[in-house]
């Protein structure tokens, strides 16, 4: 097995032992960057120079006693979360040479616990998107079968992860940016309790929804980074003032005492019998771990789709108005008045996908529609989580799909936004209501492209998600493999 190949675990296990190096560990990972990136297009950027001088920190400090849980592991960035003196673009014209004076605190967390960078990754512009299509640079390409998306809009993250270029990266999960291209990439990835994880830093699409998360090989990775990046934030005003639980505590228990809900309302026409089959091991393994199985009802879920998008392309209108060629990022220098210069710098600046957004959110809080529109989102997204909390009285815990169904070709849906908006409803509630979700393997379609299990909880309820997703994995025993890339 090459280093590339390893979990975290394993990799810790093995510089602990004396018998890898984060400097070996880290080549390997750029070596096989090098061999399939050209396929994958995981990266906006990196830098194998500087990740193997973190690395050779990072061996020093393992010499001396120092460094934190993830001293020596390379890790990827999605390129929403600014990193000192390194471009940060969130995929767009607009940032293409905008370069932080700061690193985003899950950034800083990471370096000070010895974390080696290895670069940043493609993403959706903005996080706008579900297949990674409206990056301006590059599009990532799904590592099972490099004619398929690989989600969005964290699929660079999520690539780099399934691919072996890294070990495990960042990405964010707005209305589940984490846990599609997890899914559809076959690899786990976590949306954490909204405030649980730092949004400093990170460059925002929808405040309200917005949330860093991990994404990794394996159910005990995930919960080594979870680790390493909660907390209280002081420079977040979202950010909650609450005790963090090791995640891994308890993580090889059984499910016994725990109660599983299976929302009926998520198993609809349309839902790929494959995916519904996936799903249904996974419900099977955690009976067979000691679960109780019920049947719940998130009623409201019918209309996650209208009111995501309202009240995301509303909060992303507001956010983006920064973006004038003002301040920072690029300006359009040939125009005549300040009038045409913000006019042509945000028409040449962004992509048709951001356009559209910040037009029907535009349109949302106008005067005379706020009411009809906005308003109205916000308090159905209130009933939804009402829903979810008196789903708790009956389970401690819902498992459902992820996506409709596995991976479409790149370019299928990429001219049909309703169809793209679609595939993402049965991960949207989880932002709407700010509670964690997660998405763990559970199999592969039979063409081959994997299909994921999406696990949903109470607020700050991480750690039972992950000790049901650890029972999945095991109960599943699916075969831990590097996709083979031609």
Known sequence: MEPFELTISEALDRMSAGELSSRELTASCLKRTADVEDKVHAFISYDSESALEMADRA???????????????????????????????CGSRILEHFIPPYDATVVAKIKAQGGVIVGKTSMDEFAMGSTSETCAFTTPSNPWNNDYIAGGSSGGSAVAVASGECLASLGSDTGGSIRQP???????????????????????????????????????????????????????STSVDRPVEDYKTNLTEGMHGITVGVPQDYFVEGLDPEVEKAVMSGVEALRFAGAEIVAVSIPHIEYCVAVYYLIAPAEASSNLARYDGVAYG???????????????????????????????????????????????????????????????????????????????????????????YLSDIFTLSTNLAGIPGLSVPGGFSSAGLPIGIQLQGPHFHEGILIKAAYNIERGLALERSLPPIA
């Open 59 to 89: 061996d020093k400090q393992r010499a001396q006693g120092e460094g934190g849980e993830l001293c020596g592991i390379p890790i990827a960035i999605k390129d929403l979360l600014c990193t000192n003196g390194v471009k940060t673009t």
């Open 182 to 236: 997890a899914s559809l990439c076959g690899i786990v990835g976590m949306k954490p309790t909204y405030g649980r994880v730092s949004r400093s830093g990170l460059v925002a699409f929808a405040s309200s929804l917005d949330q860093v998360g991990p994404l990794t090989r394996d159910v005990s990775d995930c919960a080594t980074l979870l680790n390493s990046i909660c907390g209280y934030d002081p420079q977040d």
């Open 330 to 420: 690029n300006r359009h220098r040939a125009a005549d008045s300040l009038i045409d210069m913000y006019k042509d710098t945000r028409s040449q600046g962004f992509g048709a996908e951001v356009k559209r957004r910040i037009l029907i959110g535009t349109y949302a809080l106008s005067s005379g529609y706020y009411d009809a529109y906005y308003k109205k989102a916000s308090q159905v997204r209130t009933l939804i989580l009402n829903d979810f909390k008196k789903a708790w009285g009956a389970c401690d815990l819902l498992i459902s799909p992820v996506t409709p169904t596995p991976a479409w070709k790149i370019g299928e849906n990429i001219d049909d936004p309703l169809a793209m």
